[in-house]
């Protein structure tokens, strides 16, 4: 009993392994016969495992998705990972805490003790970034935006952007339509990377501020990122402000919390009391520098370089000018 049950375990994992197995090649890594491999195959399907046959020339077998979710099997690796992605699933996917940590408790429990030595000295805990405040994540939404990305449909969804929310709320705004094409992290977020089919331009999207709309659209063919990778796509975009020739700094009055809503990594704001803060950011010119601060609608302080201040004022005279010319 005890040979077959490590037999069938070892037969499990090679069916999790690869897509297709033939039942010689299966025979031959087990050491057994093409029978017992079949008598084997017949006792995972009684346990749950949905494993159906395959034709060719000598027959084969595939491990598919099931209705019912059986026992599973980890390697070392495996547990761990499982272990850690459990812990950081609570931290900002709203929804799956409870689970997830009864799912944590569940896998601890099971593994031998090397295995939860290492988890239980691996403790994950949230920290906040200063420039950029995490958000919690709807679980239904997240599932719902991850299913448009591997089925390749449009997805149509309402947004809270900075724009919108300038705008006011709105009801009878139609829904934003995008070709979804990867979720993604970054700094403590959720984002969605995806062609927008409306401004026809690559976009990124904040999950927390979209709310999915049923049914999905048609389905399309991925497009082209334009970076090498998804990974290379998110850096230039949200460490531009790394590279961009002009940099200076103003002080706005303004609380830290409510400009940070507004930032999206764009720059860097330090608290300097409750209607205060400090905010460094980079442009390509002075002048778009100056005209960004002036974006914030409230009483500000140029602190520098020199080259703000004079763009700054460049502006002034021009808003000036062009309130004396208007028609009265």
């Not at 494993?51 to 599973?72: H, I, K, N, W």
Request: proline residues 7%.
């Amino acid at each position: 009993m005890l040979e077959t049950s490590a037999r069938l375990l070892a037969l499990l994992s090679l069916l999790q392994a690869r897509r297709d197995w033939p039942g010689r090649t299966l025979a031959d890594r087990l050491e057994v016969s093409p029978r017992t491999v079949r008598r084997d195959v017949d006792r995972l399907r009684e346990l749950g495992y949905p494993v159906q046959a395959t034709r060719g020339p000598d027959g084969g077998y595939r491990l598919d998705a099931g209705s019912e979710l059986p026992p599973l099997l980890f390697d070392d690796d495996q547990a761990v990972a499982v272990a850690v992605a459990l812990q950081t699933a609570t931290m900002t996917v709203q929804g799956v805490e409870e689970a997830a940590l009864r799912a944590l408790a569940t896998v601890r429990q099971v593994m031998p003790a090397r295995l939860r030595h290492r988890v239980d000295a691996l403790r994950v805990t949230r920290v906040v970034k200063n420039t950029w405040r995490e958000a919690d994540i709807d679980a239904e939404h997240l599932l719902a935006i991850g299913t448009a990305v591997r089925a390749r449909e449009v997805l149509r969804f309402d947004y809270s952007g900075r724009r919108e929310m300038a705008e006011g709320a709105d009801q009878d705004r139609p829904p934003r339509r995008t070709e979804p094409h990867h979720l993604v992290t970054w700094g403590g977020r959720w984002y969605l990377v995806g062609w927008d089919l409306d401004r026809k331009d690559w976009r990124t999207y904040r999950v927390d501020r979209m709310t999915p709309r049923s049914p999905n659209g048609p389905r399309f063919a991925p497009r082209p990122l334009p970076a090498p990778d998804v990974a290379a796509f998110i850096a230039e975009r949200f460490e531009r402000h790394d590279v961009l020739p002009c940099r200076g700094t103003a002080i706005l009055n303004a609380p830290a919390a409510a400009v940070n809503d507004w930032l999206r990594g764009q720059g860097v704001v330090e608290d300097f009391g409750p209607d205060r803060c400090r905010v460094t950011a980079g442009s390509w010119s002075w002048t778009g520098l100056a005209a960004w601060f002036g974006m914030f609608d409230v009483d500000f302080e140029l602190v520098g370089p020199p080259e703000l201040r004079a763009a700054a004022a460049g502006l002034a005279g021009r808003f000036a000018k062009a309130v004396d010319s208007a028609p009265s």
